[in-house]
């Protein structure tokens, strides 16, 4: 398995892997968090890695992307500074239980060091439909923070 930075060239790879994500999200809580259009996906995939407002980190296992982590960078007063956020990662099953998804955040701890940033940020999937989840993220370094994600739709 090999750990890399893409380009824009496998946006349709990405796009796809993350509708899964959201497709398994769905599936296991019932409720439909997410509208899934895979034109869109793709083509806001291709936006953000032409305009540098995303990099994804993937496992390519051949020409195969096996999995992913989306990472785009912020910066806060609590943080104090820069940081990274990963947006989506997401394995597909058959690569689960490999070291597959440990591997994808070694990557992308790996780029927050050369771009100098303070710390990583995620959201999980909800719980408790996806414990495993937790666990995984915290058996690999990340503490829980407290508080809930939320949204405000603005269109």
């Known amino acids: 398995m090999e750990y890399q930075l893409i380009d824009s060239s496998r946006s349709e790879d990405i796009?796809?892997?993350?509708?899964?994500?959201?497709?398994?999200?769905?599936?296991?809580?019932g409720v439909q968090h997410f509208d899934v259009d895979v034109p869109l996906a793709i083509g806001l995939c291709e936006n953000?890695?032409?305009?540098?407002?995303?990099q994804v980190m993937a496992a390519l296992d051949g020409?195969?992307?096996?999995?992913?982590a989306a990472?785009?960078?912020?910066?806060s007063l609590y943080a104090e500074g820069r940081f990274g956020i990963v947006q989506e990662?997401?394995?597909?099953p058959e690569y689960r239980s490999q070291a597959v998804g440990k591997s994808l955040l070694e990557a992308v701890v790996a780029?927050?060091?050369?771009?100098?940033?303070?710390?990583l940020?995620?959201?999980?999937p909800p719980v408790p439909e996806f414990e495993r989840t937790v666990s995984f993220y915290q058996?690999?370094?990340?503490?829980?923070?407290?508080?809930?994600?939320m949204k405000y739709m603005i269109s």
């Open 111 to 119: 780029l927050g060091r050369q771009q100098g940033w303070r710390r």
């Open 71 to 75: 990472i785009t960078e912020s910066c």
């Open 121 to 124: 940020e995620l959201c999980t």
């Open 48 to 54: 953000y890695l032409d305009s540098g407002a995303y």
């Open 63 to 68: 020409d195969r992307v096996a999995g992913f």
């Open 139 to 149: 058996a690999n370094g990340f503490e829980i923070t407290g508080g809930y994600k």
């Open 89 to 92: 990662l997401y394995v597909l």
């Open 15 to 29: 796009a796809r892997l993350a509708v899964c994500l959201t497709n398994e999200i769905i599936e296991r809580t």
